[in-house]
Structures are given as structure tokens and as C-alpha cells.
């Protein structure tokens, strides 16, 4: 974990990375939303777990969160979520109904504690209107974003992420090419279908994100992007006619796991 990080008034950066040997870092972020009602927006690597939690206390007391949102059920997201909710026992868990089902068939999650969303919903946390929104790309179905209307902020899960160089608080710190490469080389490894997409259609749904007119895009998978979102989606829309991703093979994963190793031995 990375020390957490302020955005505005309003949203704390719980910051992880992930390294990529020979390649860079995948920022993993989780969010505080401080409304009037706190918000944890997703729950870090569980190989995080003891330094995601005293990131999380040093923000708020879990005890006072009320609601833990999780975009969606990947390991990614999910690392210290059974830990939370026990240190959160007035949390709801905001998540897909069926995300949440999948989760039960691996550990027991309180049901009763669900609430299940869909993109359009809306949940009050007090002093402001979530709205449940599906993100442009996904990895995995249950995917579902926040918009925050009163402040024109957009949780993006997994959308928007990118393979980097490093993980820097502001975007501003890479160039356009580290942007570009890293957002590319990040979606399609992360939404393959991309290249799949019906190119109206796709230009159809990237424009209703750019009528949301986002000024604050926090992806889970990219530094904090203000008045970017133009940028961002020219990016995606570039991404269905770029070189298809190619998983590692055996060879390039002994590499990667050579350099992971290396990594640990240096920590
Ligand atoms: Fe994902
Ligand atoms: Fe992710």
C-alpha cells in the first residue's frame, strides 16, 4: 500500500499498485467517499489485507462507514471486504445482486446486509445521490460504477485503467504516449471484447459517458484524472483497431514470475 491521498474535500485514495515486471505497475485503488453517510468504494488486494485496514483507519473508523460499495467481484476489489464488514457492523454492502450470490458460493456473505443494485439506481447517503452506473469497458458483468451528480464524479471501476510506468497522484506527471500505451495496453488485456464491438454502438455508449461530462474520473486503475474525460475516451475509442493483447507464455510468465521474486527479495 501507498500512503492515502486526498481528492477535493470529499474522496480519499486508498492506493495500492501492482507490479508488472518488465512492464510497470497497475495503480489498485480503493476510495473513501466522506458524504454525510461514508462510503468505502471497494476493498484493495488481499495480499494488502493488515496495511489496507490501517490505511482505511487512518481515514475513518470503519465503524462509522455506512456503506461499503463494491463494483464487482474481483479479487482486486474484493481483498479485505470479510474483514470490513466485520469492522463495519452498521455497513450495508451496495453491490450487484448476482456478484453478491457468486461471493456466497466461495464464503458466507450476510445477505441480509445486500443491497443489491442495478445501473440507473440511486442510493441517498445523506447529503447526496449515488447513481449506480455501468461502466464503458468491464472485465466481468457485475461491473457497476457510481455516479456522484453533486459533484460530477465518476467511479469508473476497472474503465480507464492502465499499465504505467509508475503510479503518480496526478496524471499530469505522464505523458501523453505513457497514457495512451498504458490505457491500450490495459484495456485490452481487461475488456478483449473491445475489438468485438460493433464500432457505432461502442461510440453510441462512450458518448453517454461523455454527456455525463465527468470532471473527476476516478478509475480504480488510474491516477486521479480532473478534467480529462475527453482525453480518456478518445483513448478507448482507439482501442478496438489496436493490437490485440497476448497472454503470457510460458516462457514470458517464468519472467514475470523471476522478476515477482525479485520484487519480494528487495522488500
Ligand atoms: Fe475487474
Ligand atoms: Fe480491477
Given at each position: 500500500m501507498d500512503q492515502p491521498y486526498r481528492v477535493g474535500t470529499d474522496v480519499h485514495v486508498l492506493p495500492s499498485q501492482l507490479p508488472v515486471p518488465g512492464v510497470g505497475v497497475i495503480?489498485?485503488?480503493?476510495?473513501?467517499?466522506?458524504s454525510r453517510q461514508p462510503?468505502?468504494?471497494?476493498?484493495?488486494?488481499?495480499?494488502?489485507?493488515?496495511a489496507f485496514?490501517?490505511?482505511?483507519?487512518?481515514v475513518i473508523d470503519p465503524a462509522d462507514l455506512a456503506w461499503i460499495w463494491l463494483t464487482h467481484d474481483d479479487s482486486d476489489h474484493t481483498g479485505s471486504l470479510q474483514r470490513i464488514l466485520e469492522?463495519?457492523?452498521?455497513?450495508?454492502?451496495?453491490?450487484?445482486?448476482?456478484?453478491?450470490?457468486?461471493?456466497?458460493t466461495s464464503w458466507a456473505v450476510p445477505l441480509d446486509r445486500v443491497m443489491a443494485v442495478?445501473?440507473?439506481?440511486?442510493?441517498?447517503?445523506?447529503?447526496?445521490?449515488?447513481?449506480?452506473?455501468?461502466?464503458?469497458?468491464?472485465?466481468?458483468?457485475?461491473?457497476?460504477?457510481?455516479?456522484?451528480?453533486?459533484?460530477?464524479?465518476f467511479f469508473s471501476v476497472d474503465s480507464f485503467g492502465a499499465i504505467l510506468?509508475?503510479?503518480?497522484?496526478?496524471?499530469?506527471?505522464?505523458?501523453?504516449?505513457?497514457?495512451a500505451g498504458g490505457m491500450t495496453a490495459w484495456a485490452t488485456f481487461d475488456s478483449p471484447w473491445l475489438h468485438l464491438a460493433d464500432p457505432e454502438r461502442l461510440s453510441r455508449v462512450l458518448d453517454t459517458v461523455r454527456g455525463m461530462g465527468a470532471e473527476r474520473v476516478l478509475s480504480s486503475h488510474l491516477p486521479p484524472a480532473i478534467g480529462r474525460i475527453d482525453a480518456l475516451?478518445?483513448?478507448?475509442?482507439?482501442?478496438?483497431?489496436?493490437e490485440p493483447f497476448v497472454a503470457p507464455d510460458e516462457a514470458a510468465f517464468n519472467a514475470i514470475a523471476a522478476g515477482l521474486a525479485a520484487v519480494a527479495a528487495e522488500a
Open positions: 495503480p489498485i485503488h480503493a476510495f473513501v467517499l466522506m462510503v468505502l468504494i471497494d476493498c484493495g488486494l488481499g495480499i494488502d489485507a493488515d485496514v490501517d490505511a482505511l483507519r487512518s469492522l463495519a457492523p452498521q455497513a450495508r454492502l451496495v453491490t450487484h445482486g448476482l456478484g453478491a450470490l457468486r461471493m456466497n442495478a445501473p440507473g439506481d440511486r442510493l441517498d447517503v445523506g447529503d447526496r445521490m449515488l447513481r449506480a452506473t455501468r461502466p464503458p469497458t468491464y472485465d466481468n458483468p457485475m461491473s457497476t460504477g457510481i455516479f456522484d451528480e453533486s459533484t460530477s464524479t510506468p509508475s503510479s503518480p497522484r496526478h496524471l499530469e506527471e505522464l505523458s501523453d504516449e505513457e497514457l475516451l478518445e483513448i478507448v475509442a482507439a482501442i478496438p483497431d489496436a
